[in-house]
């Protein structure tokens, strides 16, 4: 038996591969937001993170963790750079003193509101670029992420 794989096997699964073309579309877009926020020194993934925590009540970090598809230490990792710039705080509820809550501060709301035009300028052109339409693409994104979730 051959430990080799020929190369009509490596285009096959270029092709067809769709966590492949999920993985690029995703790097794309996210290079393509990277830039369009740069302006508001804000990247793609600190632009979602903001807009989770932009609810009336202050969540705590396990649902935002889920909200964005990441573990706790990924989120961890994302949250120090925008506490520093002081756009969030983590704050200790009263009730529970072991609890942890996050929080934009109002610095944090103001540079959503100057990256908010710029998102809905760029991702408008986007939606409207794509042959399927939005919503198409959206439920098939979702679809992707149930059955990968499920383990199929």
Same mark, same amino acid.
């Given at each position: 038996m051959s430990n080799e794989i020929s190369y009509a096997t490596t285009t096959e699964v270029r092709d067809a =591969? @769709? =966590?492949l073309h999920v993985q690029r579309a995703a790097? *794309? @877009?996210a290079r393509r937001f990277d830039? +369009? @926020?740069r302006p508001v020194g804000l990247t793609n993934g600190q632009f979602s993170l903001l807009m989770a925590l932009n609810r009336p009540e202050p969540p705590p970090p396990g649902p +935002?963790? *889920?909200l964005l598809a990441m573990d706790r230490t990924s989120l961890t990792a994302l949250l120090k750079? @925008?506490?520093r710039r002081g756009l969030i705080e983590i704050v200790v509820? #009263?009730?529970d003193r072991r609890a942890r809550r996050l929080k934009l501060t *109002? #610095?944090?709301v103001a540079t959503l509101a100057r990256a908010l035009p710029l998102w809905r300028r760029h991702h408008g052109a986007l939606e409207a670029a794509l042959p399927m339409g939005a919503d198409a693409a959206r439920e098939a994104l979702s679809a992707v992420t149930s059955a990968a979730s499920e383990g199929f």
């Open positions: =591969c @769709l =966590c790097r *794309a @877009l830039e +369009v @926020l +935002v963790a *889920a750079p @925008l506490q509820p #009263e009730e *109002a #610095e944090g």
